[in-house]
């Protein structure tokens, strides 16, 4: 149901992933994942090691921090992110490349898993994994099924369904093996039996690399799915891999039996759980139509994006908007000294006639919105009810359930700013449902 055809623009499909050079200093925020922020475990002036807990999870939802670089700590303060809001940062120059002890940087496959659930999800918390395809949301918290709710299957969203982005794709290619041992390693933690990995029919060759890795796992299965975007929307994937439809807000996929996880969390449980290496970097994809060199870049946390630009080849001069994640669900950045985050999963440069929107015009009622949601809302609605602010009408028609995909605002003919819209309205009414709820 719904969904919309963008270009595809894989510009940096056939790029490997390149480890970037070592930034000079990392700015690292404390709130880079749902929930409440980590608690800094650092001050100024002390020493730290690549990999060494530096900030503790706040609550049960929230996600602990590591170090990405060895130095001395320069600040721990509020800075300036990417959409230009204030918030508390932690600083570090870097002095040398000294790891903390017990994490195995060797490349060495581990197949064998020794550890229990319950040891398997302290050590993904401890490690500070979260979800790694744009949500953010603390992993140890998604793998600890609720009283009376039972997994039935693990899925792994391979899809990256994105426009341009291509570090899932680069990952699946390059780390298949560690993959399918991580894929097994999810399916104990939650004890299901069957996992599936949905993978978008235009990478071939990432479906024809894994289902030759499986073969050894009868449990697992490659799933390739039909190219639609918003197809690794996590209630997309899960209706096109299972044929489940997960109910409105506030059910999640566990209501369903469904666990789903995206490859590039998968790959940081594997190298948490059999290396004992904490979330400190990530791949990040660097894009653009102008950009000299599109690149697939393994860059530590904190590093400024800046930094990626210019071992990409540069700011092209006629950049119009530098936005972090896609085109359709990212959003622009500020500045370029806004550093490299665990959701960061691409950085995309437009020139300034792509990033040049055109004027709305008023709506004809063609419902080409209501088609396109892939949650079945009706976008014009709620865009409308947000811009005039009437919050009650929002809630009514299920704002909370929309996902942010953009589907609706790409295929509007009069080009209406709905997603602005429709954001701005779901952040006041989720915060007014909080508010009612505490009281």
């Given at each position: 149901?719904?969904?919309?055809?963008?270009?595809?623009?894989?510009?940096?499909?056939?790029?490997?992933?390149?480890?970037?050079?070592?930034?000079?200093?990392?700015?690292?925020?404390?709130?880079?994942?749902?929930?409440?922020?980590?608690?800094?475990?650092?001050?100024?002036?002390?020493?730290?090691?690549?990999?060494?807990?530096?900030?503790?999870?706040?609550?049960?939802?929230?996600?602990?921090?590591?170090?990405?670089?060895?130095?001395?700590?320069?600040?721990?303060?509020?800075?300036?992110?990417?959409?230009?809001?204030?918030?508390?940062?932690?600083t570090?120059?870097?002095?040398?490349?000294?790891?903390?002890?017990?994490?195995?940087?060797?490349?060495?496959?581990?197949?064998?898993?020794?550890?229990?659930?319950?040891?398997?999800?302290?050590?993904?918390?401890?490690?500070?994994?979260?979800?790694?395809?744009?949500?953010?949301?603390?992993?140890?918290?998604?793998?600890?099924?609720?009283?009376?709710?039972?997994?039935?299957?693990?899925?792994?969203?391979?899809?990256?369904?994105?426009?341009?982005?291509?570090?899932?794709?680069r990952t699946?290619?390059?780390?298949?093996?560690?993959?399918?041992?991580?894929?097994?390693?999810?399916?104990?933690?939650?004890?299901?039996?069957?996992?599936?990995?949905?993978?978008?029919?235009n990478?071939?060759?990432?479906?024809?690399?894994?289902?030759?890795?499986?073969?050894?796992?009868?449990?697992?299965?490659?799933?390739?799915?039909?190219?639609?975007?918003?197809?690794?929307?996590?209630?997309?994937?899960?209706?096109?891999?299972?044929?489940?439809e997960?109910?409105?807000?506030p059910?999640l996929?566990?209501?369903?039996?469904?666990?789903?996880?995206?490859?590039?969390?998968?790959?940081a449980?594997?190298?948490?759980?059999?290396?004992?290496?904490?979330?400190?970097?990530?791949?990040?994809t660097?894009?653009?139509?102008?950009?000299?060199?599109?690149?697939?870049?393994?860059?530590?946390?904190?590093?400024?994006?800046?930094?990626?630009?210019?071992?990409?080849?540069?700011?092209?001069?006629?950049?119009?908007?530098?936005?972090?994640?896609?085109?359709?669900?990212?959003?622009?950045?500020?500045?370029?000294?806004?550093?490299?985050?665990?959701?960061?999963?691409?950085?995309?440069?437009?020139?300034?006639?792509?990033?040049?929107?055109?004027?709305?015009?008023?709506?004809?009622?063609?419902?080409?919105?209501?088609?396109?949601?892939p949650?079945?809302?009706?976008?014009?609605?709620?865009?409308?009810?947000?811009?005039?602010?009437?919050?009650?009408?929002a809630?009514?028609?299920?704002?909370?359930?929309?996902?942010?995909?953009?589907?609706?605002?790409?295929?509007?003919?009069?080009?209406?700013?709905?997603?602005?819209?429709?954001?701005?309205?779901?952040?006041?009414?989720?915060?007014?449902?909080?508010?009612?709820?505490?009281?």
């Open positions: 149901m719904g969904g919309v055809h963008p270009s595809e623009n894989k510009l940096s499909c056939a790029k490997p992933i390149e480890a970037l050079p070592l930034p000079d200093v990392v700015t690292i925020p404390l709130a880079q994942h749902i929930g409440a922020p980590a608690v800094a475990k650092v001050a100024k002036g002390d020493r730290v090691l690549t990999g060494q807990l530096i900030a503790e999870a706040g609550s049960f939802m929230s996600a602990n921090i590591h170090s990405p670089i060895s130095g001395t700590v320069t600040a721990v303060d509020m800075a300036v992110n990417g959409q230009g809001l204030r918030q508390m940062m932690i570090i120059k870097r002095e040398g490349d000294d790891w903390a002890e017990g994490i195995d940087r060797s490349d060495a496959l581990v197949k064998v898993c020794p550890f229990s659930a319950q040891e398997i999800i302290a050590k993904i918390k401890d490690a500070g994994i979260v979800g790694m395809g744009g949500a953010t949301f603390p992993t140890h918290v998604k793998l600890s099924v609720p009283p009376g709710k039972k997994a039935e299957c693990v899925i792994i969203n391979g899809v990256e369904c994105e426009p341009y982005l291509t570090s899932d794709h699946m290619l390059e780390h298949g093996e560690e993959l399918v041992v991580g894929v097994t390693i999810l399916m104990k933690a939650v004890g299901v039996g069957k996992a599936y990995i949905g993978i978008e029919n990478k071939p060759d990432a479906i024809a690399l894994l289902t030759e890795k499986a073969k050894a796992y009868s449990h697992i299965e490659i799933v390739p799915l039909q190219v639609k975007y918003p197809q690794g929307g996590e209630k997309q994937l899960i209706a096109a891999v299972t044929g489940r997960v109910p409105a807000p059910a996929p566990i209501n369903v039996g469904a666990v789903v996880q995206n490859v590039g969390t998968v790959f449980i594997y190298e948490a759980v059999m290396k004992n290496k904490p979330l400190f970097e990530r791949v990040i660097v894009t653009g139509k102008e950009v000299q060199n599109p690149s697939n870049l393994l860059a530590r946390i904190g590093t400024p994006m800046n930094q990626l630009i210019e071992e990409c080849g540069g700011l092209p001069e006629n950049t119009g908007k530098v936005i972090g994640g896609g085109p359709m669900m990212g959003k622009a950045l500020m500045n370029l000294d806004v550093p490299v985050c665990k959701g960061s999963s691409g950085l995309l440069l437009m020139s300034e006639k792509e990033s040049r929107r055109a004027e709305p015009q008023p709506c004809i009622r063609c419902a080409k919105c209501v088609s396109a949601c949650m079945g809302l009706e976008p014009y609605l709620l865009a409308t009810a947000s811009a005039l602010r009437n919050w009650e009408l809630e009514e028609n299920d704002i909370t359930s929309c996902i942010e995909c953009g589907s609706c605002q790409f295929t509007c003919p009069s080009t209406r700013p709905m997603l602005d819209n429709i954001r701005m309205g779901k952040t006041t009414v989720m915060a007014l449902i909080r508010a009612r709820n505490a009281k």
